[in-house]
């Protein structure tokens, strides 16, 4: 099958002007946030699963433009946190599989003081139940007691271990109510952290390729029609 000359012309000149389209819409920069560490304790009920001593490690990413959907000046909340690898002495989990989403909570001098803080908060997570408990969460909230961390309440895209006194990482199972199946408690497993990771990147795109490809064929196409009408 042939195509019209006007017809072949006008299709290879719209993949040339989405080109740029979907190149610009496909790098959308993401925060890759990874952590690492080690168990530094475990409540008695994980302990047949959890060893102290053991690695953890923990890698989050972020839409470098996902908004704050706090209006408090001081705070700052962004959601759609996306769990990318997490693996604690071999255990790993991933989601979330429900609300709510995971997201970063940013402090910056909240309520007067001097401190600035995140927090990530990892719920609604896939993960085996330990010991017949179900997994519930994790957490982890960096804290700079000297407030001099942060500037203001936006997405944080830079910042090192150092930068924090304090720091806290959790991965909580569910004690759950026999009746109501409510949570009444957790047990949990402690790790300490010791190392942090942060930077800013570009995913690739799936989509370019493929239109690549069909630029291609059509000019090759284009190609062969123009011999076939040289020989007529």
């Avoid at 475990?42 to 953890?56: I, N």
């Amino acid at each position: 099958m042939r195509f019209p000359r006007l017809a072949l012309s006008t299709v290879v000149s719209f993949l040339l002007c989405i080109v740029p389209v979907v190149v610009n819409a496909t790098q959308t920069p993401i925060v890759v946030y990874t952590f690492s560490g080690e168990i530094a304790a475990v409540d008695a009920a994980l302990g047949s699963t959890f060893a102290v001593g053991r690695s953890a490690s923990l890698t989050l990413t972020i839409d470098v433009n996902e908004a704050d959907v706090s209006t408090n000046p001081k705070f700052g909340r962004y959601q759609d946190l996306s769990i990318i690898g997490a693996n604690i002495d071999g255990y790993s989990f991933g989601g979330p599989s429900s609300p709510p989403t995971p997201f970063i909570d940013v402090f910056n001098d909240l309520g007067g003081g001097l401190t600035d803080s995140v927090d990530f908060n990892i719920g609604a997570i896939v993960g085996s139940p330990v010991a017949g408990l179900p997994l519930l969460n994790s957490t982890i909230t960096l804290l700079d007691s000297t407030g001099t961390v942060f500037n203001d309440n936006r997405l944080p895209t830079s910042f090192t271990l150092n930068d924090f006194d304090g720091t806290s990482w959790r991965l909580n199972f569910q004690v759950a109510d026999p009746i109501t199946g409510g949570t009444i408690g957790v047990e949990s497993v402690f790790v300490s952290i010791r190392d942090i990771g942060i930077a800013v990147s570009v995913p690739e795109s799936g989509t370019l390729p493929l239109v690549a490809l069909g630029l291609a064929v059509i000019l090759q196409r284009a190609k062969r029609f123009g011999h076939h009408q040289v020989r007529g």
